[in-house]
T-cell receptor, first 114, second 112 residues
Framework: KAGVTQTPRYLIKTRGQQVTLSCSPI?????VSWYQQTPGQGLQFLFE???????NKGNFPGRFSGRQFSNSRSEMNVSTLELGDSALYLC?????????????FGSGTRLTVV | DQQVKQNSPSLSVQEGRISILNCDYT??????FLWYKKYPAEGPTFLIS?????DKNEDGRFTVFLNKSAKHLSLHIVPSQPGDSAVYFC???????????FGQGTRLTINP
């Protein structure tokens, strides 16, 4: 079955702009999580959506937001971009059911803010 | 505050030998631990996991050991192969958190 698809793969934006990233999970998976990877902070949890509802949120400012659609596809939005937002943004797909479940990651979107 | 730590940023091992990657955690609520492998320009790939009710889990060349009293886990790769060269991330979660807390990663290089 198809893996996790993230679009676009690469993005260059100017400080102050906003950006929307997209993630299509594995078919049948209802949970989508977002992570930010930077050299300094490593991989950090942004938020998780399950059946169109945000279930958990990490410690990021309100400029970072997300949503999930009825087909489980998810988008994350970053408004008023700052240079420090340059990172690899990873989406992880899972069933979201049960106590422990596997996460399958997409290849990520590399965002560069100039 | 970094709840999951991988203190070795890099590790170099001879092909065929054992690679041992280490991870420490501070949050006693963590009860499920995972190892991921990551190549450049790709997302992390799941390798192996272990529940806190176990102290060892094996999958082929990969074995994860968990020492709950020391809040320490390790990943053993035997024998190491050139294709194992990648960045390895340790991650932890608790039952209801729906999120993974990652370590900073260890870059493993397997030398021929």
């Amino acid at each position: 079955k198809a893996g996790v698809t993230q679009t676009p793969r690469y993005l260059i934006k100017t400080r102050g702009q906003q950006v929307t990233l997209s993630c299509s999970p594995i078919s049948g998976h209802r949970s989508v999580s977002w992570y930010q990877q930077t050299p300094g902070q490593g991989l950090q949890f942004l938020f998780e959506y399950f059946s169109e509802t945000q279930r958990n949120k990490g410690n990021f400012p309100g400029r970072f937001s997300g949503r999930q659609f009825s087909n489980s596809r998810s988008e994350m939005n970053v408004s008023t971009l700052e240079l420090g937002d340059s990172a690899l943004y990873l989406c992880a797909s899972s069933s979201g059911v049960g106590t422990y479940y596997g996460y399958t990651f997409g290849s990520g979107t590399r965002l560069t803010v100039v | 505050d970094q709840q999951v730590k991988q203190n070795s940023p890099s590790l170099s091992v001879q092909e065929g030998r054992i690679s041992i990657l280490n991870c420490d955690y501070t949050n006693s609520m963590f009860d499920y631990f995972l190892w991921y492998k990551k190549y450049p320009a790709e997302g992390p790939t799941f390798l192996i996991s272990i529940s806190s009710i176990k102290d060892k889990n094996e999958d082929g060349r990969f074995t994860v050991f968990l020492n709950k009293s020391a809040k320490h886990l390790s990943l053993h790769i035997v024998p190491s192969q050139p294709g194992d060269s990648a960045v390895y991330f340790c991650a932890a979660t608790d039952g209801g958190a729906q999120k993974l807390v990652f370590g900073q990663g260890t870059r493993l290089t397997i030398n021929p």
